[in-house]
């Protein structure tokens, strides 16, 4: 086992991630030549390449370390699986680390895939936004000096959500990289990061892994039955976390099938209303029950830790109303994200079912991603035409637009299932 097990379809990033680590660690452990100086931290090596430089096509990767690293590549690729394997290896402590670095059983390794590595610092928002404030304890955090003598890494899973003025905030720490410093920046494509960022950082594109090796990673990993594993894993279209989730959470699997009704139930106007309002009442509802797991006892542990009596009861100290203000906001906060990301979930195997009814209609030699609804993906794809098909995934698409810049939900929902209607 090492810590690109969890890496799946991306061979060639792998591959890149493993040479660069390899060149860190020459870097950091390398003894300087008798008569010259030891290279300074941060020193470009001989093999460097400007940080937006492609490796070459074919042959060796692109071994050079650099400073900043931009992953992109669709939802369920593995965007955060790489930047944390290409963390835990740049701490690889096992002795054949200048070869093989990124053994996945070392305490560099081990606790740098935990989270609890001293060195290396993993953000994962579950806010719409990343702001300057949050940004700027990044880069303080960026410039000091490395505990365990190795890199401070930074794994920013979220780089598309930084306001403008966080990635302003961002980017004279990019620019000006603090020695031994390395950012792992992660985004779903180079459009969604500023391109003064993404013009400093070398950037890895991550495809969709195979379906057959989601399946073998949820039966491997998870212990998932293998008739399930392939079942989600189709379904999801190749999205690793989505695959993982539908095998094993049932009301995921009941919200899925909720959905893919949608195509048969816009005849009318009537139902592309009834539609639009179900999809938003389930995203609301899937907000509320996150809100119920983890509201309640984050109000309850502040409390706490601010003085206040336990169980609710009595009035908060003086001068702590600010602090319940701000978690309450982020709280709200949070709520429209898991709303979002619901809706765009939604939109997701929208998407999918559309693309099987394509299929059919031009006889593309594909398997369906939504076997388990042939004979509704087949009725559609007998009633319409495939122009018509490509104008409902361009509504779906449209829907998702509109989501990003704050429509609300279920006026942008009901533009889309009258789109669907009209075909």
Same mark, same amino acid.
């Given at each position: 086992?090492t810590?690109?097990?969890?890496? =799946?379809?991306? !061979?060639?990033? %792998?591959?890149q991630?493993t &040479?660069?680590?390899?060149?860190?660690?020459?870097?950091?452990?390398?003894p300087?030549?008798?008569?010259?100086?030891p290279?300074?931290?941060?020193? @470009?090596?001989?093999?460097?390449?400007?940080?937006? $430089?492609?490796?070459?096509?074919?042959? !060796?990767? +692109?071994?050079?370390m650099?400073?900043?690293?931009?992953?992109?590549?669709?939802?369920? %690729?593995?965007?955060?699986?790489a930047?944390?394997?290409?963390a835990?290896a740049?701490?690889?402590?096992?002795?054949?680390?200048a070869?093989?670095?990124?053994?996945?059983?070392?305490?560099?390794?081990?606790?740098a895939?935990?989270?609890t590595?001293?060195?290396v610092?993993?953000?994962?928002?579950?806010?719409?936004t =990343?702001?300057?404030?949050?940004?700027?304890?990044?880069? @303080?955090?960026?410039?000091? &000096?490395?505990?365990?003598?190795?890199?401070?890494? =930074?794994?920013?899973?979220d780089?598309?959500?930084?306001t403008?003025?966080?990635?302003?905030?961002?980017?004279?720490?990019?620019?000006?990289?603090a020695?031994?410093?390395?950012?792992?920046?992660?985004?779903?494509?180079?459009e969604d990061?500023?391109?003064t960022i993404?013009?400093?950082c070398?950037?890895?594109?991550?495809?969709?892994p195979?379906?057959?090796?989601?399946?073998?990673l949820?039966?491997r990993?998870?212990? =998932? $039955?293998?008739?399930?594993?392939?079942?989600?894993?189709?379904?999801?279209g190749?999205?690793?976390? #989505?695959?993982?989730?539908?095998?094993?959470?049932?009301?995921a699997?009941?919200?899925?099938?909720?959905?893919?009704?949608?195509?048969?139930?816009?005849?009318?106007?009537?139902?592309?209303l009834?539609?639009?309002?179900?999809?938003? $009442?389930?995203?609301?509802?899937?907000?509320?029950? /996150?809100?119920?797991e983890?509201?309640?006892?984050?109000?309850? $542990?502040l409390?706490?830790a601010?003085? +206040?009596?336990?169980?609710g009861?009595?009035?908060?100290p003086?001068?702590?109303?600010?602090?319940?203000?701000?978690?309450?906001d #982020?709280q709200k906060?949070?709520?429209? @994200?898991?709303?979002?990301?619901?809706?765009?979930? +939604?939109?997701?195997?929208l998407?999918?079912?559309?693309?099987?009814?394509?299929a059919?209609?031009? @006889?593309?030699?594909?398997?369906?991603?939504?076997?388990?609804?042939?004979d509704a993906?087949?009725r559609?794809?007998?009633?319409?035409?495939?122009?018509?098909?490509?104008? /409902?995934?361009?509504?779906?698409?449209?829907?998702?637009?509109?989501?990003?810049?704050?429509?609300?939900?279920?006026?942008?929902?009901e533009?889309?299932?009258?789109?669907?209607?009209?075909?």
């Amino acid at each position: 086992m090492t810590v690109w097990d969890d890496l =799946i379809g991306q !061979e060639r990033i %792998s591959a890149q991630l493993t &040479s660069a680590a390899r060149s860190a660690t020459a870097l950091v452990d390398r003894p300087p030549a008798e008569g010259t100086r030891p290279p300074a931290e941060g020193d @470009r090596t001989a093999n460097d390449r400007a940080p937006d $430089d492609h490796p070459p096509a074919g042959g !060796e990767p +692109a071994s050079a370390m650099t400073h900043a690293w931009l992953f992109t590549g669709p939802p369920g %690729s593995g965007r955060a699986t790489a930047a944390k394997a290409f963390a835990a290896a740049l701490q690889c402590l096992a002795p054949d680390r200048a070869t093989a670095p990124g053994c996945g059983f070392c305490d560099g390794c081990h606790t740098a895939l935990l989270g609890t590595h001293a060195d290396v610092e993993v953000v994962a928002t579950d806010l719409l936004t =990343i702001g300057v404030k949050e940004t700027r304890e990044l880069v @303080r955090r960026a410039n000091l &000096s490395p505990a365990g003598g190795r890199w401070q890494v =930074i794994v920013l899973e979220d780089a598309d959500r930084l306001t403008e003025g966080a990635a302003n905030v961002l980017l004279k720490a990019v620019e000006e990289p603090a020695p031994r410093t390395v950012w792992l920046l992660c985004a779903p494509s180079l459009e969604d990061v500023l391109p003064t960022i993404r013009s400093r950082c070398r950037s890895l594109t991550l495809r969709t892994p195979p379906v057959a090796a989601v399946a073998d990673l949820l039966v491997r990993r998870d212990g =998932i $039955d293998p008739a399930a594993a392939a079942d989600a894993a189709r379904a999801s279209g190749g999205h690793i976390d #989505r695959a993982r989730l539908l095998a094993t959470d049932a009301r995921a699997r009941e919200h899925r099938a909720a959905v893919l009704k949608v195509p048969l139930r816009v005849a009318d106007i009537g139902g592309c209303l009834r539609s639009a309002q179900e999809l938003v $009442d389930t995203a609301a509802e899937a907000a509320k029950q /996150r809100a119920e797991e983890t509201d309640a006892q984050e109000t309850e $542990d502040l409390r706490t830790a601010l003085g +206040a009596a336990p169980g609710g009861a009595g009035r908060m100290p003086r001068g702590t109303a600010g602090a319940m203000k701000d978690l309450a906001d #982020r709280q709200k906060r949070r709520a429209t @994200r898991t709303q979002r990301d619901s809706l765009d979930l +939604a939109l997701t195997d929208l998407t999918g079912f559309y693309r099987d009814v394509l299929a059919l209609q031009l @006889r593309a030699p594909t398997p369906l991603a939504n076997e388990d609804v042939r004979d509704a993906v087949s009725r559609i794809a007998a009633d319409s035409a495939p122009e018509a098909t490509l104008r /409902r995934i361009e509504a779906i698409f449209a829907c998702r637009d509109a989501l990003e810049r704050n429509v609300a939900p279920l006026l942008a929902m009901e533009a889309m299932t009258l789109a669907l209607r009209a075909g």
